[in-house]
C-alpha cells in the first residue's frame, strides 16, 4: 500500500468533509463551517478529486453517499476530534495534579517561603509535593534537563543560556550583630564596618559580593572569618560572637528574636536585592509550571 504524504495534503478540507458526510447538503454544509456556497461547491470539487470519488451523488430525496463516502464517514469524526486535541490549549486543574515540583534554593525560601507555599498548595493543590534541594554547579543542567523545575536568585545574576526569569519583589539589607556589641547602641561607620571581622554566606563561589567590591574602590577590605552557605548559620554565629552580618532584613528579622540580634542600617547606601524565580525557557509553556511560578511569587510576596 501506497503510504500517503501528509505535507500534500490539504488539510483545510477536513471540516468541510465532515459537515458534507454528515449533513449532505451543500449550503447547510458551508453554513456550519462559515464558508460560502461557493466555496463548499469548490471544496466538494477538490475532495472529488483528491479521493477519486463524487463521495455525493444526485438521489431522488437529494444527495447520497457513494460506498467510499460511507466509509470515509466513519473514520472522519474521529480524525477530526482528534486532530482539534492536536491544536486544543493545553489545560489542567490544580487539585486534579499529582505532581513533584523541585526547586534549588537556600534556607532563606526554605524558612520563609516554603510554609506560606505549601499552605497554599494544601488548599489549591494538595496533590503537589515540593522538593528544595540545596545549589550545585550542574544547576543549568538541571533546568535544561528538568531535573529542576525551579531556582531562586537575585536579579544581577547571569542567567545560563536558554533560561528565563521573573522578578519576585524588592528587598533591602541590614547590618547584624549581637545584642550587645560595641556597635550594637550606636550607628556604624565605614571603619567600623571593616574593624570588626564578617560572616557571609556562599551559595557557590567564595562568599566575596558586591560589598567587597565596594570596599575594594574606597581602598579597604573587611576580614571575613566565616564563609557558609546558610543564612541560619551566619545568624547564629553572629549571636554568639563580635562577627557582623549583612543580609536580607525579612530573614535577619525572621530570627532577631530568637538569637537576640540588633538590625542597623549599613553604613554604606546599599542597592535593594530583587530575587527572581528562574526557570528554563523551553518549560516556559507547561500551563501547571506557570500556575506554579505565580503560586511562589504570591508567597515571597508575603513575606517582605
Avoid at 447547510?28 to 466538494?44: D, N
Avoid at 548559620?233 to 549583612?246: I, N, S
Wanted: aromatic letters at 6%; hydrophobic letters at 50%.
Amino acid at each position: 500500500m501506497r503510504e500517503v504524504n501528509l505535507s500534500g495534503l490539504d488539510l483545510n478540507l477536513l471540516p468541510a468533509l465532515e459537515a458534507l458526510l454528515r449533513l449532505r447538503n451543500v449550503t447547510r454544509a458551508a453554513a456550519e463551517v462559515g464558508m460560502s456556497q461557493p466555496a463548499m461547491s469548490r471544496a466538494l470539487a477538490r475532495l472529488r478529486a483528491q479521493f477519486g470519488d463524487p463521495l455525493l451523488a444526485r438521489g431522488t430525496r437529494g444527495l447520497v453517499v457513494t460506498p467510499r463516502a460511507e466509509a470515509l464517514a466513519a473514520l472522519i469524526a474521529p480524525a477530526a476530534a482528534a486532530l482539534k486535541e492536536v491544536f486544543r490549549p493545553p489545560t489542567f486543574a490544580p487539585d486534579t495534579v499529582r505532581r513533584t515540583v523541585r526547586f534549588a534554593a537556600s534556607d532563606t525560601q526554605t524558612v520563609l517561603v516554603a510554609p506560606i507555599l505549601m499552605a497554599q498548595l494544601a488548599k489549591a493543590a494538595p496533590g503537589v509535593d515540593v522538593q528544595m534541594e540545596p545549589y550545585g554547579p550542574d544547576l543549568s543542567a538541571k533546568l535544561e534537563t528538568g531535573a529542576l523545575d525551579f531556582a531562586f536568585a537575585v536579579s544581577n545574576t547571569p542567567l545560563p543560556p536558554g533560561a528565563a526569569s521573573m522578578p519576585l519583589g524588592r528587598e533591602t539589607l541590614v547590618l547584624v550583630m549581637r545584642k550587645g556589641h560595641p556597635l550594637a547602641d550606636r550607628p556604624a561607620t565605614m571603619a567600623d564596618y571593616v574593624t570588626y571581622p564578617h560572616v557571609t554566606v556562599a551559595l557557590l563561589g567564595d562568599g566575596r559580593s558586591e560589598i567587597d567590591a565596594m570596599l575594594a574602590g574606597q581602598g579597604l577590605a573587611r576580614r571575613i572569618a566565616l564563609v557558609t552557605p546558610h543564612f541560619t548559620a551566619a545568624l547564629a554565629t553572629v549571636a554568639a560572637t563580635d562577627c557582623l552580618t549583612t543580609i536580607t532584613r525579612s530573614f535577619a528579622s525572621r530570627f532577631a528574636g530568637m538569637f537576640e540580634l540588633v538590625l542597623r542600617e549599613p553604613p554604606f547606601p546599599a542597592a535593594p536585592i530583587e530575587p527572581v524565580l528562574v526557570w528554563a525557557q523551553v518549560r516556559s509553556g507547561d500551563p501547571f509550571l506557570a500556575w506554579m511560578r505565580e503560586q511562589v511569587r504570591e508567597a515571597m510576596q508575603a513575606t517582605l
